[in-house]
């Protein structure tokens, strides 16, 4: 049973802009830390992205001044808004959690649950 689901994903021309979207409805565990992995075609899955309940925000420095992690409580979303993207973005995207009870000023590489991911393909 998926419990995260990311939609959003396609493909994209150098410059353009994907908001991708993660349905956290299901998911029943603990949520106050979220962000976003995403795996290059033939690299390893990295965090690229956090935000904790108190709203502080991580992201690694290459999409730093281009993508912004939000949530929305209400609706139960999370979302990674990506602009000026580049060839260097194109991978899959992984909505994930920290579930840790004290998570909260954790870092990139904690996460540790994941959903099945959205493709994104970003041509020069």
């Known amino acids: 049973q998926v419990q995260l689901e990311e939609s959003g994903g396609g493909s994209v021309q150098a410059g353009g802009s994907l908001r991708l979207s993660c349905d956290t409805s299901?998911?029943?565990?603990?949520?106050?830390?979220m962000g976003w992995l995403r795996q290059p075609r033939g690299g390893e899955r990295e965090g690229i992205a956090r935000?904790?309940?108190?709203?502080?925000?991580k992201y690694i420095d290459s999409v730093k001044g281009r993508f912004t992690v939000s949530r929305d409580t209400a609706k139960a979303i999370l979302y990674l808004q990506m602009n000026d993207l580049e060839p260097a973005d194109t991978g899959m995207y992984y909505c994930?959690?920290?579930?840790?009870?004290?998570?909260?000023?954790?870092?990139?590489?904690?996460?540790?649950?994941w959903g099945e991911g959205t493709q994104v393909f970003v041509s020069s």
């Open positions: 299901g998911y029943t565990y603990r949520s106050d830390c």
């Open positions: 994930a959690v920290d579930p840790r009870r004290n998570c909260k000023g954790g870092s990139l590489d904690q996460f540790s649950q």
């Open positions: 935000l904790d309940s108190d709203g502080t925000t």
